[in-house]
């Protein structure tokens, strides 16, 4: 399985954006796919999470801002971004746990840069 992220650039404070990964590869259920980001000197965090291609969770810090979709005829996901802050500035990456399998499957990352 691979994962190629895209859609990552420079935007103005509440403006919006749409990260693209798309996915090559087979994926068994269950699985978790996932919208990670992180800064330099932080953390990874997971901003959302989609569970078996149904239920998206998002975290506290981007509830009602973003939406996480997901295209299967295309075999792409999508993080669609709103209301974007300069806090939200950080390399986002798309990531595949496939639960059968036991394994995990990380994208580049796609650079989004806010300014204010």
């Known amino acids: 399985v691979q994962l190629q992220a895209s859609g990552g650039g420079l935007v103005q404070a509440g403006g919006s954006l749409r990260l693209s990964c798309a996915v090559s590869?087979?994926?068994?259920?269950?699985?978790?796919m996932s919208w990670y980001r992180q800064t330099p000197g932080e953390q990874r965090e997971a901003v959302a999470q989609m569970v078996n291609g149904g239920s998206v969770s998002y975290g506290d810090s981007v509830q009602g801002r973003l939406i996480f979709s997901r295209d299967v005829a295309k075999n792409t996901l999508y993080l669609q971004m709103n209301s974007l802050k300069p806090e939200d500035t950080a390399v986002y990456y798309c990531?595949?746990?496939?639960?059968?399998?036991?394994?995990?499957?990380w994208g580049q990352g796609t650079l989004v840069t806010v300014s204010s």
């Open positions: 590869g087979t994926i068994s259920t269950p699985n978790v």
């Open positions: 990531v595949v746990n496939d639960l059968r399998m036991l394994k995990n499957y």
